[in-house]
Nanobody
Framework: QVHLSESGGGSVQAGGSLRLSCGSSVSISEFSLYVAGWYRRAPGKERELVATITSGGSTTYTDSVKGRFTISRDHGKNSVYLQMNSLKPEDTAIYYC???????????WGQGTRVTVSS
């Protein structure tokens, strides 16, 4: 069973920055077999995909975070990161790390880290 552990959440004022980290127990050799992603669930809303990154470094972002958030991954550390700049109150949510195996045979989630942005 793969374990994901997020960190870096917290409370900031609008315009501030946070960097979320997600460490995984996936082996170094297998980490490249996963697409990594960050999702979030805002209060009263459904979970939404924020960003993804393939092992080759291709990224996707939901429109509301483009130009403000950057997803990255470190294969040597089996980790995924989300740099969040120019934070807005509407970014307030619990953020979840996800690893989806490219053949969709495995899908893992972290426990979530809370981000609160005040105006």
């Amino acid at each position: 069973q793969v374990h994901l552990s997020e960190s870096g959440g917290g409370s900031v004022q609008a315009g501030g920055s946070l960097r979320l980290s997600c460490g995984s127990s996936v082996s170094i050799s297998e980490f490249s077999l996963y697409v990594a992603g960050w999702y979030r669930r805002a209060p009263g809303k459904e979970r939404e995909l924020v960003a993804t990154i393939t092992s080759g470094g291709s990224t996707t972002y939901t429109d509301s975070v483009k130009g403000r958030f950057t997803i990255s991954r470190d294969h040597g550390k089996n980790s995924v990161y989300l740099q969040m700049n120019s934070l807005k109150p509407e970014d307030t949510a619990i953020y979840y790390c996800n690893l989806l195996r490219v053949d969709r045979s495995a899908n893992y989630w972290g426990q979530g880290t809370r981000v609160t942005v005040s105006s």
